[in-house]
């Protein structure tokens, strides 16, 4: 049994199935999945079944239910999630995109609470910076676009 944080903690079952348990020892989270992992947010938990993923509370509460995605830890109530056409966006604590699964791939810069985002039509592509929110800061051509450390440098 893992610590209690957020209201609950990761467990296995018997039969090797992982859960997370309430703090009466109930079961908030049926044991069902291969693997759970406990995101840098304390309340909030990854888990794994199969080829599926999904993110929930430790209370139980779904925040993307089970699917063909992958995705990263949740940081800062933001999970970056790639659906099964391997189009990348971003989710917040409550399951909702914050920036719409349509982009190659998306990255946190380092630090900061901006996202840049690839964008590729058919031969070009071109960075699209967001903030946490998902507002569109910038979008540019990828060759003026570069980050350096936790720089942002555009070529002019």
């Known amino acids: 049994i893992g610590p209690f944080q957020g209201g609950g903690a990761i467990a296995q079952n018997q039969q090797g199935l992982f859960g997370v348990l309430n703090q009466h020892g109930g079961w908030a989270i049926e044991p069902e999945f291969d693997r759970i992992i406990a995101c840098p947010d304390a309340q909030v938990v990854q888990l794994f079944k199969g080829n599926l993923q999904g993110y929930a509370e430790r209370t139980g509460q779904w925040i993307l239910k089970m699917d063909r995605v992958k995705g990263k830890s ?83």
């Open 74 to 156: 949740m940081s800062e109530q933001r999970a970056i999630v790639s659906k099964a056409n391997h189009t990348v966006g971003l989710i917040n604590e409550k399951g909702d995109w914050v920036i719409h699964p349509q982009y190659a791939g998306i990255h946190q810069i380092e630090g900061y609470p901006y996202y840049k985002a690839l964008e590729k039509k058919g031969k070009k592509s071109g960075w699209v910076l967001f903030d946490r929110n998902g507002q569109q800061l910038s979008s540019m051509p990828a060759r003026d676009f570069l980050f350096e450390g936790n720089a942002i440098l555009v070529k002019s």
